[in-house]
């Protein structure tokens, strides 16, 4: 088993499996023919689907292993083999997905101490997609060929789905999820758990504990929107800079830990700002006259309408603290000139997309839906295809058409949202799933000698999310007014996810520094314990 995951892991990190590069395509078809030579998907061809997702041209891999002793159980095996981009390995880019090579020219590298102890003991495979997640994946696929021939031992069903796009914008998982349903009506399958094998992932830099998640974390993607007052750069105490409003939204929202939800002992990060800029195409003397921010921001509990209340209430104060300093600033001014100043009463609402937009519609009637329905295409076709910069393009369209021409700010949520994944045991499978992690925590200290805690949530997003959607319904009603992509290039297929209410646990490689060039995988721990605990699970006690 060892040395086939080995093997078939090196195959996997051969391709070049970039997120929405044409090697993420070609990454499913290597799957599919790993898959292919397996002599039960010759007796059962209908069990191993390349499963196309036509709007988005991609692939993922679904593989179904009966049970020869009929039962309906059947348990998901989830991974995805999309991998992030490798620019900063920089001259080493060429290597990155070719271990052996790259484990040499690093030891010609500066590493950092941990990085170089790593290299020198020889336990570690060095490589983009060895942690994140091509081994997990490795993995999933050897015990599908193991259980093919062994599949006496075997309690359930097994489901092999492979997705891209899970660093991306998570289309393999959401584009499978109805093939997912399908499946289970054609073959009269019980989907009681998915397990999930991204790697251990740090709760805070430096955390080297191993968990095994139960769930995982949510996300949503507010905008602020803010019109300002353009004016000539000789006379700024007639405008009002929307750079300035922002910054101020932006102080107040950044690593601020107030905005964090727990969860026992698990707390979210705090949001951050992803990007600011404001409207403005060329170099002029003239205060801009709109900015734009997006901000990344984890949710447990927290709902659509919540994030909303916060973000409004953050926004009065800002304003008010900027007016407040405006008004200090004119009067040092004038105690400097006699210059007679008529200083406009600024008064800046706060509103949501949906009340701009209706207003926009009561005055100007179909006249903006016209206008969008013709933008947004060229838009798209002009290139503007970040779901974000639309996003920005539709609401900056929508204030045009708004009458009040008064500084202004809109809040708004762009594209992608991740439902937060939480077991809470109120099912019989959820009750299994947690009592499952007991036990495996006991397993893994007595066979492995190796501590494990339960974690609530997966750390990093994955598409386990989209497995745990229990109120979808509320929540996008909460969001879809205040999201102008909804529908649009966007939408999540709730009514599916809502049936795929799946308990989630994570059994994780173990690997440091995903996402950066020194990305590595510890070979002793991941070719044996997670294996062995995946086998604790799937087979017969
Ligand atoms: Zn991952």
């Not at 970040?386 to 809109?410: G, M, S």
Request: net charge negative; hydrophobic share 40%; with cysteine.
């Amino acid at each position: 088993m060892k040395s086939n995951i080995y093997s078939t892991l090196l195959k996997l990190v051969q391709c070049p499996s970039i997120t929405e590069s044409p090697d993420e395509k070609n990454m499913a078809h290597v799957i599919y023919h790993i898959l292919n030579e397996f002599p039960y998907f010759h007796d059962n061809p209908n069990h191993l689907v390349l499963h196309h997702i036509p709007e988005h041209d991609l692939y993922s891999i679904i593989a179904l292993l009966k049970n020869p002793s009929p039962t309906k159980k059947t348990i998901i095996l989830l991974s995805h083999f999309d991998v992030v981009a490798v620019d900063e390995y920089g001259y080493l880019k060429d290597y990155a997905f070719d271990p052996a090579s790259l484990i040499k020219e690093l030891h010609k590298v500066n590493l950092p101490d941990d990085a170089r102890a790593d290299l020198d003991s020889g336990d570690w495979l060095f490589g983009r997609g060895t942690m994140d997640m091509k081994c997990g994946l490795a993995i999933e696929i050897e015990l599908l060929r193991y259980y093919a021939i062994h599949p006496e031992k075997l309690d359930c069903n097994l489901l092999l789905l492979a997705v891209p796009d899970e660093e991306g914008n998570s289309r393999g998982m959401l584009g499978s999820s109805s093939k997912l349903l399908a499946l289970a009506d054609a073959h009269d399958l019980d989907y009681r758990l998915v397990i999930n094998t991204e790697p251990f992932f740090p709760l805070y830099t430096g955390d080297t504990k191993k968990y095994l998640y139960t769930g995982s974390i949510g996300k949503l993607l507010p905008m602020i929107y803010c019109a300002g007052k353009e004016a000539h750069v000789g006379e700024p105490y007639s405008g009002l800079n929307p750079n300035l409003i922002l910054s101020e939204i932006n102080r107040r929202i950044e690593a601020n830990a107030q905005f964090c939800e727990s969860w026992g002992s698990f707390v979210t990060p705090p949001p951050s700002c992803l990007k600011q800029k404001d409207l403005k195409d060329s170099y002029s003397v003239q205060i801009p006259r709109a900015a734009v921010a997006y901000y990344n921001w984890m949710i447990l509990r927290d709902t659509p309408q919540i994030i909303l209340d916060k973000l409004k209430k953050v926004a009065e104060e800002a304003i008010a603290s900027v007016l407040d300093e405006r008004a200090k600033q004119v009067t040092a001014y004038l105690s400097k000139s006699s210059y007679p100043l008529q200083i406009p009463p600024w008064k800046v609402e706060v509103k949501t997309y949906e009340e701009v937009y209706q207003r926009a519609l009561e005055t100007h009637g179909d006249v903006l839906i016209q206008y969008l329905n013709q933008k947004i295409p060229q838009w798209i076709e002009a290139g503007v295809k970040d779901e974000r910069e639309l996003t920005i393009k539709i609401v900056d369209a929508t204030y045009a058409y708004y009458p009040e021409k008064n500084p202004l700010i809109i809040l708004l949520f762009a594209p992608p949202y991740y439902p937060s994944c939480f077991n809470e045991g109120l099912t019989n499978d959820e009750a299994a799933a947690l009592a499952l992690v007991d036990e495996l925590i006991a397993y893994a200290q007595s066979e492995f000698d190796t501590t494990l805690e339960p974690c609530a949530f997966f750390p990093g997003l994955s598409d386990n999310s989209y497995f745990g959607v229990k109120n979808g319904q509320s929540i996008v009603h909460e969001f879809k007014p205040n999201m102008p992509l909804w529908g649009i290039s966007y939408d999540l297929p709730i009514d599916t996810l809502e049936k795929l209410n799946v308990p989630v646990i994570n059994i994780s490689t173990l690997g440091k520094d995903p996402h950066k060039y020194t990305e590595r995988l510890n070979l002793p721990y991941s070719l044996t314990v997670t294996p062995a605990m995946m086998m604790k699970v799937l087979e017969k006690r």
